[in-house]
């Protein structure tokens, strides 16, 4: 399976940006999908998820203003983000996972995204 992520860019503060991630390969349903930052010197985090039951996730910072939406016939996870701010520039990685069921019992498969850089500036 890979993900390949398109989007990003340099915006101004107050402008948007669409980050597009989709998955391709031995694909089955994914479980979560989602976008994840990490900016110079921080750790990453995560910035936006949605589950196979169309259950959603913000990091605080970004609600109101980012939006997450996924495409489950394509394989495809949207975060759209309007007002950006100069304390969003980070690179952003798209991240999915599968769950599998073994005889040992349940684990997940996670997959990352190459990262694609986001700038707002000020």
């Known amino acids: 399976v890979q993900l390949q992520a398109s989007g990003g860019g340099l915006a101004q503060t107050g402008g948007s940006l669409t980050l597009s991630c989709s998955g391709s390969g031995n694909v089955f349903a994914f479980n979560e999908m989602g976008w994840y930052r990490q900016a110079p010197g921080k750790e990453r985090e995560l910035v936006a998820r949605?589950?196979?039951?169309?259950?959603?996730n913000y990091i605080d910072s970004v609600k109101g203003r980012f939006t997450v939406s996924r495409d489950n016939p394509k394989n495809t996870v949207i975060l759209q983000m309007n007002s950006l701010k100069p304390e969003d520039t980070a690179v952003y990685y798209c991240?999915?996972?599968?769950?599998?069921?073994?005889?040992?019992?349940?684990?997940?498969?996670?997959?990352w995204g190459q990262g694609t850089q986001v700038t707002v500036s000020s």
């Open positions: 991240h999915a996972d599968q769950i599998l069921t073994t005889i040992a019992g349940k684990m997940t498969l996670d997959y």
């Open positions: 949605v589950d196979s039951s169309a259950n959603i």
